[in-house]
């Protein structure tokens, strides 16, 4: 199995990557094959808006940049689990994460067969992270969990209404200021390493039992 872990902040020692990393430490622990990528350290550069081109041409290739996507865009297609993780930035997730987040769209595959502009233009054939398992996970200041309530839709929106993916558990960890402050929250890192150690488990044949009802509040880890 293999699970991956984007860091959608700028600062590589921050709380977010000590989120990551715990994640991904319980789902190693549990056997998965984990690697983390730290989207500041890569080149991926704003999505142009040529769209059609992207997506009537399979292969995972933006049409327009040769860039490190190229490379991100396969490990995606051949993950069974991803954790999105950003941290709160002006109501939503950060600029990086959008970008990184808008660059997936060559996963799509469509096929023109109406009028463009209408809601009848496009045919998908393929949607390579549709039903795709995926984590978000949040860090925020704030004490209430309600205040990074627009970037919670944020990701919801984005994963799982516009690339159909499968969000099996939302981390949300609140009252976190300074770099490292998360260290400090002892039960908040046990919980999030058994969330990743727990998700790895399930991705075993013989403990798969993905049924989700829909119900984000039923899985919203607000820690």
Request: net charge neutral.
């Amino acid at each position: 199995m293999k699970v991956l872990g984007f860091v959608g902040s700028p600062r590589k020692k921050g709380n977010t990557a000590i989120l990551v990393d715990t994640f991904l430490n319980g789902a190693s622990s549990a056997g998965a094959d984990v690697k983390k990528f730290f989207l500041e350290d890569h080149t991926i550069n704003q999505c142009m808006g040529c769209y059609r081109n992207c997506v009537l041409k399979p292969g995972y290739k933006c049409a327009t940049f040769r860039d490190d996507m190229d490379t991100l865009l396969p490990e995606m297609v051949s993950s069974d689990l991803i954790l999105f993780a950003s941290p709160y930035y002006c109501s939503s997730y950060t600029a990086i994460m959008a970008r990184f987040l808008e660059r997936c769209l060559p996963l799509w595959e469509v096929e023109i067969v109406g009028e463009l502009g209408t809601m009848n233009a496009f045919k998908f054939i393929n949607n390579h992270l549709k039903g795709k398992k995926a984590v978000t996970g949040l860090v925020q200041d704030f004490k209430d969990p309600a205040t990074a309530e627009l970037a919670v839709k944020a990701f919801e929106e984005t994963l799982g209404k516009t690339y159909m993916m499968q969000i099996v558990e939302k981390i949300h960890v609140t009252d976190v200021r300074d770099i490292g402050d998360i260290n400090n929250k002892t039960a908040v890192l046990e919980k999030i390493f058994s969330i990743g150690k727990k998700l790895a488990q399930m991705l075993t044949p013989q403990m798969c039992d993905w049924s989700w009802s829909g119900d984000s509040n039923k899985m919203n880890s607000e820690i």
